[in-house]
């Protein structure tokens, strides 16, 4: 695929205005699907089924087969609409959106059109350095999830070139949310980065509210960005496009601010703009053209005759709002000047989307520097080194135990890996660990004296360094001390103990 032309992004924002608007899809994580009995793979009990296991007549379109509405979907819909600032439709009803794909057995979708459960909301995003954004919400909508197709043969993975496709249904009618933005002016060079931070919030409200994990590399989150330019002082907006299923934060950063560059390189020649989907290539960080983008009366919506309006009582969603969690942006200042980090240490743990575990760990006992040093650090490192999520690595209180065994002196940093190891590997709590594999700090000064005494005598050449004043000199002696402690003392002891004990050698 060859790469498109691309205008500097600074010249291309002295040129155009961009506007961006957002559109994300959050999968909830129901124990059934919206609109059936069948397991939902977007709750972690079933995730990884086989395919075409978690199905039943309704995600097929079998004929006679009815929808029935979740009622737990319904809650939770409601509940993200709260958190986003919307208000809740006294009555909503769901439409068909119909097309032609094999994704969907019955050739419709179940989603909501004019009818909305969730509307006119705004949400508060700050981006990195502290910048904070109010983002308009158009809607947010229930809807039914498709099926997943893969495309077998080709170079692609796509469509084109394939020698056949399978479909899973197993996707297919998992409950979903979709939240729309208006389009968001003002954002200019930030626009990259609000994206990013947007659906990060996203993220963040949906797994403080408990109705999904979240994960946009399971597709539990996914978000399509909308990008159109408009030349200074114009106020008609550009024509737009729709990057489709961006799964990262940082592609989500990179494929808009790349759109910017493309659409500028093409205006500024005089040419024009396609309204159309257009696909993420990850390798490459470049977009590719999709479809053109159909407009509303192309699904032909008309109201779904096997569903009866959704009027949720005044009662559920004031019970609803008062179960509402902290905001995300006014949690993020709270905890930032709780924990004392500069600026650039809580955007460590923010960038590392580990913010909840840090807190947690900090809730379970540990420092707040600690916490993040173990997350961002260590088990993020044997995260990607065994290519796992670090969250599926320890627990908080793991974590927090391992930090209270360093504060209280009974191991070091190097012993703690270890033990960060074997909690990993299965091997039980860190006690268990320290007590089964022996790794406790060796704290009887009779034991190191003996060795530091032993490894003075075979360092005669050194021993008079020491005495003669050259202190750095004693970084031998100690080295050769925790060699023969097997790394199970704590250096700063040792070194004490290395001076009193050479001063103190006839």
């Not at 933005?181 to 931070?197: C, M, N, Q, Y």
């Not at 005089?270 to 192309?298: C, F, L, V, Y």
Request: charged share 25%; net charge negative; glycine share 8%.
């Amino acid at each position: 695929m060859a790469r498109a032309e691309l205008m500097d992004f600074d010249q291309a924002l002295e040129l155009f205005e961009p506007v961006i608007g957002l559109e994300v899809h959050v999968e909830l994580n129901t124990t059934t699907k919206m609109f059936s009995s069948a397991p939902n793979p977007a709750n972690s009990a079933f995730h990884g089924a086989e395919p075409n296991t978690l199905v039943s007549p309704v995600c097929l379109g079998l004929p006679g087969s009815l929808p029935v509405v979740n009622g737990d979907a319904v809650r939770k819909s409601i509940s993200l609409g709260l958190a986003l600032g919307c208000s809740i439709a006294e009555s909503s009803r769901f439409a068909r959106k119909n097309y032609f794909y094999p994704d969907l057995a019955k050739n419709y979708q179940i989603s909501q059109y004019d009818e909305p459960i969730a509307f006119d909301g705004e949400l508060e995003v700050e981006i990195e350095g502290g910048k904070t954004f109010m983002i308009p919400i158009e809607r947010a909508h229930m809807e039914e999830d498709a099926g997943k197709l893969t495309h077998v043969g080709g170079s692609t993975g796509r469509i084109q070139g394939a020698e056949y496709s399978l479909v899973d249904y197993n996707r297919a009618g998992v409950p979903l949310v979709e939240i729309v933005t208006r389009p968001i002016f003002g954002a200019e060079a930030d626009a990259p980065a609000l994206a990013k931070a947007y659906v990060a919030t996203i993220r963040d409200i949906a797994i403080a509210l408990g109705i999904s994990e979240a994960r946009m590399e399971r597709g539990n989150l996914r978000c399509d960005a909308n990008v159109s330019l408009r030349p200074r002082g114009q106020e008609k907006l550009g024509t737009r496009t729709e990057t489709k299923n961006v799964n990262s934060f940082r592609s989500i950063e990179r494929a808009v601010r790349y759109e910017i560059q493309r659409q500028a390189a093409i205006l500024a020649k005089g040419g024009t703009i396609t309204q159309e989907t257009r696909h993420w290539h990850e390798d490459t960080g470049a977009t590719s053209a999709g479809r053109p983008k159909s407009d509303a009366d192309d699904y032909r919506y008309f109201p779904e005759p096997d569903l009866v309006p959704v009027v949720p009582s005044a009662e559920l969603i004031e019970e609803l709002r008062a179960a509402l969690p902290e905001a995300p942006a006014a949690r993020r200042r709270r905890l930032k000047g709780e924990w004392g980090f500069t600026d650039l240490e809580f955007q460590d743990v923010a960038n590392s989307g580990l913010l909840n575990e840090v807190a947690e760990t900090v809730a379970a006992g540990a420092s707040p520097a600690a916490a993040r040093k173990w997350w961002t650090g260590e088990l993020t490192r044997l995260a990607n080194a065994s290519e796992r999520d670090v969250v599926e690595l320890a627990t908080p209180a793991q974590v927090a135990e391992l930090a209270a065994l360093v504060d209280a002196g009974t191991l070091t940093d190097r012993l703690a890996r270890q033990v960060l190891e074997g909690v990993v590997a299965g091997e039980g709590s860190p006690q268990q660990i320290v007590d089964a594999r022996g790794l406790a700090v060796v704290s009887d000064d009779g034991a190191l004296i003996a060795a530091i005494d032993q490894a003075l005598a075979s360092q005669p050449d050194v021993l008079a360094k020491i005495r003669d004043g050259k202190v750095q000199a004693a970084g031998a002696v100690i080295g050769a001390v925790m060699k023969a402690m097997q790394g199970k003392a704590d250096a700063a002891r040792v070194r004490e103990l290395v001076l009193e004990r050479a001063a103190a050698v006839e």
